[in-house]
Nanobody, 118 residues
Framework: QVQLVESGGGLVQAGGSLRLSCVAS??????MGWFRQAPGKEREFVAG????????RYADSVKGRFTISRDNAQTTVYLQMNSLKPEDTAVYYC?????????????WGQGTQVTVSS
């Protein structure tokens, strides 16, 4: 059974950093990514990474501040978040998929809360 378990969320002041982790159990995936959902808003794409070649994509709002990476075993994906802003406050979800697209995923984690105070 596939499970995606996120960790690393929390409360941080604006300008600070957090590192999210997501461990996939049961198998590896061709793509893994991060989405977020702020209160009253739709879930939005944050970043994605492929297993082959390590292709990455980022939402414009996080480019230059966030970095997505995977471990060598391809079972864990990280999201390093620097220069955090209050508008980054959201529940962050890990996602995994087999379709090859960095924007579309089949499996989801439960989410981890990130709160950035001003």
């Amino acid at each position: 059974q596939v499970q995606l378990v996120e960790s690393g969320g929390g409360l941080v002041q604006a300008g600070g950093s957090l590192r999210l982790s997501c461990v996939a159990s049961g198998r590896t995936f061709s793509t893994m990514g991060w989405f977020r959902q702020a209160p009253g808003k739709e879930r939005e794409f944050v970043a994605g990474i492929s297993r082959s070649l390590g292709r990455t994509r980022y939402a414009d709002s996080v480019k230059g501040r966030f970095t997505i990476s995977r471990d060598n075993a391809q079972t864990t994906v990280y999201l390093q978040m620097n220069s955090l802003k209050p508008e980054d406050t959201a529940v962050y979800y890990c996602a995994a998929g087999d379709g090859g697209s960095l924007y579309s995923y089949n499996y989801w984690g439960q989410g981890t809360q990130v709160t950035v105070s001003s």
